[in-house]
């Protein structure tokens, strides 16, 4: 699926905004085109701000002239825009595919409504095709892993695979905006989602998992003509 689905999701997000916003920001491709287009309504006059889920959200949210606050300086977060890796039945989502999902779930968490956009291709039956990201302390990894695996495998039909997210050149951790490790795990179908949630977070060493629950209301499908608004 193409851009243009991810560009009409994005578009169609710019619906829910109201003047004088205080906007959590997402990351990804697709939360990066919802940044393009929010940078060229603030540039016609638009009064909102943004609070970033990433490093990287930050300077593309500068560089498009999106206004930004830090987390702890905001009273109120009224919306937050961003885009998943898997969506599933109640919204049910995996995230973190490009490694920020520790802070977009605080950002979305702390919002009065999250808004998903993503392309019809993440729309799943069931969550877990896509390997489950989970967000470590770097202290006692390999234990840590040992203990992910353990949940996994309890709850998943087939023996999960956890690996550690390396830097594109694979020669050294890939480490999160903060300072953590990533274990990518690929488990298969995940059909019991709450349970895994709150075992997974149970384990001492796991910062955040990729499982987002009960956070976003509305999800956005973008297609190559149009969007399709799905409200829960
Ligand atoms: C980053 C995320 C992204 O929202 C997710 O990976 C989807 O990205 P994209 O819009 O590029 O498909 O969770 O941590």
Redesign the pocket.
Known sequence: MGSKA?ENAARAALNYLEPGMTLGL??????EIFLELLGLKIAEGFDVRGIPS?QQTADIARAAGIPLIEIDQADHIHLTV????EVGPEFTMI???????LR?KIIANASDLMVCI?DPT?LVETLGAYPL?VEVDPFGYTITAKKVFDVLKNSSEQSPQINLRMTKTGNQPFVTDGGNYIFDCACGAISRVRQIAARLSAVPGVVEH?IFLDLARIVIVGTEEGADILEL
Do not use: F, H, Q, W
Not at 26 to 31: D, H, K, P, R, V
């Open positions: 991810k997402g990351s990804g491709s697709t939360a990433s961003d885009g998943a890796d995230k973190g595919g490009g490694g920020r999902l977009e993503i993440k990201p990729g």
